[in-house]
């Protein structure tokens, strides 16, 4: 079992930037693949980014393309998404998951509120 906490939302002002951690406990985070989705009200939820065991990332959505930027740190057992240059449209709850392989996310965390004020 992996227990994932997300820390860091909060209000902000466009063009702002904002750094999410997704705190792991339970296991070792580091040979998981880990995500980073978000939810919009009323909207579907998006798969953002996703980090691979080896350190190596890849952004899904373009939208956030050259903007947002995932990193590791093994020794905190923790996942980073740096998010930079945010606009209103990026106002969403945003999460951490955790899976075996890059389709599958097992584990999930509480979410965290992100909101940008124009």
């Known amino acids: 079992q992996v227990q994932l906490v997300e820390s860091g939302g909060g209000l902000v002002q466009a063009g702002g930037s904002l750094r999410l951690s997704c705190a792991a406990s339970?296991?070792?985070?580091?040979?998981?693949?880990v995500g980073w989705f978000r939810q919009a009200a009323g909207r579907e939820r998006e798969f953002l980014a996703t980090?691979?065991?080896?350190?190596?990332?890849?952004v899904r959505t373009d939208s956030v393309k050259g903007r947002f930027t995932i990193s590791r740190d093994n020794a905190k057992n923790t996942v980073y998404l740096q998010m930079n240059s945010l606009k209103p449209e990026d106002t969403a709850v945003y999460y951490c998951?955790?899976?075996?392989?890059?389709?599958?996310?097992?584990?999930w965390g509480q979410g965290t509120q992100v909101t940008v004020s124009s």
């Open positions: 998951a955790a899976g075996l392989d890059e389709s599958t996310y097992n584990y």
């Open positions: 980090l691979k065991p080896s350190g190596a990332y890849t």
């Open positions: 339970g296991r070792t985070f580091s040979s998981y693949w």
